[in-house]
């Protein structure tokens, strides 16, 4: 498909802003086990239904002044927050795979970023509070990465269906290693899947550059502040965040930084 890359930077913010107001049901229902499809979004306070028009990505929200239309209890700013943080990102990702206005888009490169950055939305809000990560996102991104393969420019349904398996059981079975040297739960299987996803998408050596920078990212922010907070070095760690932080950097970068070290 020819289209400019400038038409995909606007339409990416767009859709990132309704990915952005689907997360915000996400975060708030599956840490609390609830159906992400039904009920309706409704106000928590009086569980009045949110019409069409008020459910819209930001606009909505100021357009309500940031009250409930029936109560008036007011809406937390977050929710606009994380959507116009969304269209950021989803702008964010089309800009990246395309900077020039007028070249004509790179549609896998923009999909695959978009997923990338979009989704580090709900790891990075669920994962350090709740310390687990949706299967939206994580079997979601396997089955989207195997899915993207079959298009033109992409890694391949052969290289994705490897990635799966490499990087899926190459970290499921460090963690089962892990857990039987160290005597306690190792990592948790959300960051097996999320990096299989990754695997995906990516394929397997770039996934494995993702892993990489996500371990030295968590290394570089955990620890100091386990010792600044003095927290347990031992309590579980939420690696998501960082793995999550990984993937783009390695999906934009990954080549020039296997180049830089085995040139
Ligand atoms: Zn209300």
């Known amino acids: 498909m020819d289209v400019?890359?400038?038409?995909?930077?606007?339409?990416?913010?767009?859709?990132?802003?309704c990915f952005g107001s689907f997360f915000n049901v996400l975060i708030y229902r599956m840490p609390r086990e609830m159906s992400i499809i039904t009920p309706a979004s409704?106000?928590?306070?009086?569980?009045?239904?949110?019409?069409?028009?008020?459910?819209?990505?930001?606009?909505?929200?100021?357009?309500?002044?940031?009250?409930?239309?029936?109560c008036k209890e007011p809406i937390s700013i977050s929710y606009p927050l994380v959507e116009a943080l969304a269209a950021l990102l989803g702008f964010a990702a089309a800009f990246l795979a395309e900077p020039s206005?007028?070249?004509?888009?790179?549609?896998?490169?923009s999909i695959s970023l978009f997923w990338l950055f979009l989704t580090l939305i709900p790891i990075f809000a669920i994962d350090f509070k709740y310390l687990l990560l949706p299967d939206t996102v994580t079997v979601g991104g396997i089955l989207f990465g195997f899915?993207?393969?079959?298009?033109?420019?992409?890694?391949?349904?052969?290289?994705?269906?490897?990635?799966?398996?490499?990087?899926?059981?190459?970290?499921?079975?460090?963690?089962?290693?892990?857990?039987?040297?160290?005597?306690?739960?190792?990592?948790?299987?959300?960051?097996v899947?999320?990096?299989?996803?990754?695997?995906?998408?990516?394929?397997?050596?770039?996934?494995?550059?993702?892993?990489?920078?996500?371990a030295l990212l968590a290394l570089i922010v955990i620890v100091p502040y386990r010792l600044l907070a003095k927290k347990d070095m031992k309590s579980p760690l939420p690696f998501g965040p960082f793995l999550g932080l990984g993937a783009p950097v390695s999906y934009l970068f990954g080549k020039d930084i296997i180049w830089f070290f085995v040139v």
């Open 147 to 191: 899915a993207l393969s079959f298009f033109e420019g992409s890694i391949g349904w052969l290289s994705s269906l490897i990635g799966i398996g490499v990087c899926g059981g190459g970290l499921f079975l460090f963690s089962v290693i892990c857990s039987k040297i160290l005597k306690k739960e190792g990592m948790g299987f959300g960051d």
């Open 193 to 214: 899947k999320l990096f299989a996803g990754f695997g995906a998408i990516m394929g397997s050596e770039l996934a494995c550059i993702s892993l990489i920078i996500g």
């Open 42 to 70: 409704h106000c928590p306070g009086c569980k009045h239904k949110i019409s069409f028009w008020h459910n819209i990505p930001v606009l909505g929200w100021l357009f309500l002044g940031g009250r409930c239309a029936n």
């Open 101 to 109: 206005p007028w070249q004509s888009a790179n549609l896998v490169k």
């Open 4 to 17: 400019p890359a400038v038409f995909l930077w606007v339409l990416f913010a767009v859709w990132g802003a």
